[in-house]
């Protein structure tokens, strides 16, 4: 409204003293300088340099990190093929999925989506062979390697190692990160804690000494 | 006032003078025997300032918003009219190095946000080494901004 028009008349005095004080406010210089602006962003750079070093110092959880190695824990009698498991492992907190795939590989993995920490669920008729899969924002990981193979997720997922002992029963001994081989993280858990288990992976710095396991690995 | 507002021009003719009054009586001094011609009443001689004292009184204490840093008192005005641009800004480069300062800052902010994610995918993937040199970076990056902030002029 420009300022030549004409006022309206104002039936209601203190609905329009409340418009006028609004209009005051809004048409009123932004009190936020540009100095203010750079204070600001100072103080948010100060907060990321902080965050930084709070996550290199590990105040982030790793699913399998623990103190000393992870027991073995029996998680199922038989997983038939085609289907999957959900459990915890190696804590209370570490949420984990075992699949067999059709061709009897038995893989286990972290639930736990690396994206933004939605759950994985196992859906075998997608993809030639089923797909790990976060339908919080369509993330997909190969069931085979834990790899991403679709979606927004950063990194693939964290092993959770799986025998098979010869009654069919479903152990798992160990977990490793993402990137991680299966043989790399089980030797990092296992090397000073079981060495006979790690000289029989063949793990560099293994002692010698020990006896062979008697399962049988199918990672 | 007793000299004219615009200067003379010395090479100009002499303009025509009124009658020069005589010289007022001196107590003491007989009389002269002519008799005086009324006395024009003479102006108040000037003084600056105002004869009301509310108004002599020093410019801060009349106007308490004006700051040591406003107007005329501003250090940064070393400059200003008569002339082409006056009163208009003297340095606009100095209002054009704080936008540069904040847009530097506000791109350094941006790499240290992506910084960050660097930093939680190499520890997530157990690169703790790689995590603590992005947190190098990030606390860098922070000693930058610090600095671009810091280097405000110290006249405000």
Partial sequence: MSVTDPQPPAPDPPSDAAQEALHDRIAADSLTTRRDYLRIVATVSGGLAVGGVAVASGILHRHGDSDGSPEVKKIADVLPPGESLAFRYPGSEDRAVAVRLEDGTLAGYSAVCTHLACAVLWRKERGSEGELYCPCHEGIFDARTGEVTAGPPPRGLPKVVLVEEADGSVWAIGTARSGESAREGLCRQLGDDRPELADRLGCPGASARGTAPERSERT | ?156
């Fill in chain 2, 1 to 156: 006032m007793t000299e004219d507002a615009f200067p003379r021009d010395p090479e100009a003719p002499e303009p025509a003078r009124p009658p020069v009054a005589p010289a007022p009586a001196v107590p003491g001094t007989p009389a002269p025997s002519a008799p005086a011609a009324p006395k024009a009443p003479r102006p108040p001689a000037y003084t600056p300032g105002s004869a009301q004292p509310r108004l002599n009184r020093p410019v801060h204490e009349r106007y308490p918003q004006i700051r040591p840093t406003s107007g005329y008192g501003d250090p940064r005005i070393t400059h200003t009219g008569p002339g082409p641009g006056a009163g208009t800004e003297q340095e606009p480069e100095r209002s054009s190095k704080l936008t540069a300062r904040l847009t530097l800052a506000l791109t350094v902010v941006i790499g240290q946000l992506w910084g960050l994610t660097i930093v939680v995918d190499e520890w997530m993937a157990g690169n703790t080494g790689t995590a603590w040199w992005g947190a190098g970076f990030l606390c860098l990056s922070f000693l930058v901004v610090l600095g671009l902030w810091l280097i405000d002029p110290k006249d405000r």
